[in-house]
């Protein structure tokens, strides 16, 4: 499978603030999500990472909050903004087409804690 | 849109028992069913997925099933060790073709007791 890194793997942050996540593959990929994972809870979709154009998101999830972006098919990038309390989680991207058409791997996630 | 319901949300067992794992989905158009492990602080992992072209598959300990009529799949881990004791969790998406959304179930927390 594709070996899949993100930046940073962790931080702390204040309220009010934006945090930038990092998602690199080390070989080209069809797709790429983000991931939240709330403390002690499941993975929720928060959008698609598409290539080229505007990421789509999933309900609940808009572009202001969380702008996304893929350059190219083996990076992309996850903001966080304006970020509260409720932000707490980890984000992990994930990617499919680099070994089965449907089957997706999950980065090492990045465990963010806001104040 | 899709729902995806996991029981039991807790089970221990004793080292060499079985664990089952239950899953059930809403949207029948869905065809890809893959499992995940997540250790304490670390990554889901893929562990095993079938399709709906299929009933049931098997690797080593570790097999799962479907019944698309009841709209349900299970996970089923034989000789359970202690390095099982993780989260797993189900999730099932419609593929190919679809944006490759995968929606999750809540988690199982598996403790394996030596």
């Known amino acids: 499978s594709a070996v899949i890194s993100q930046k940073p793997s962790r931080d702390i942050c204040q309220r009010g603030t934006s945090l930038t996540i990092q998602c690199q593959v080390d070989?080209?990929?069809?797709?790429m999500f983000w991931y939240r994972q709330q403390p002690g809870q499941s993975l929720t979709l928060i959008a698609t990472a598409n290539q080229g154009s505007e990421a789509t998101y999933e309900s609940g999830f808009v572009i202001d909050k969380f702008p996304i972006s893929r350059p190219n098919l083996t990076f992309s990038t996850l903001t966080v903004s304006n970020m509260s309390p409720e932000d707490s989680s980890i984000y992990l991207c994930?990617?499919?087409?680099?070994?089965?058409?449907?089957?997706?791997?999950f980065g090492p996630g990045t465990r963010l804690t806001v104040l | 849109g899709e729902n995806v319901e996991q029981h039991p949300s807790t089970l221990s067992v004793q080292e060499g028992d079985s664990a089952v794992i239950k899953c059930t989905y809403s949207d029948s158009a869905s065809n890809y069913f893959p499992w995940y492990k997540q250790e304490l602080g670390k990554r889901p992992q893929l562990i095993i997925d079938i399709r709906s072209n299929v009933g049931e598959k098997k690797d080593q300990r570790i097999a799962v099933t479907l019944n698309k009529t009841a709209k349900h799949f299970s996970l089923h881990i034989t000789e359970t060790q202690p390095e099982d004791s993780a989260v797993y969790f189900c999730?099932?998406?419609?593929?190919?073709?679809?944006?490759?959304?995968?929606?999750f179930g809540q988690g199982t927390t598996l403790q394996v007791k030596p």
């Open positions: 999730a099932a998406s419609i593929t190919p073709g679809n944006t490759g959304k995968l929606i």
């Open positions: 994930s990617v499919e087409g680099s070994v089965a058409t449907d089957t997706q791997y």
């Open positions: 070989s080209q990929v069809t797709m």
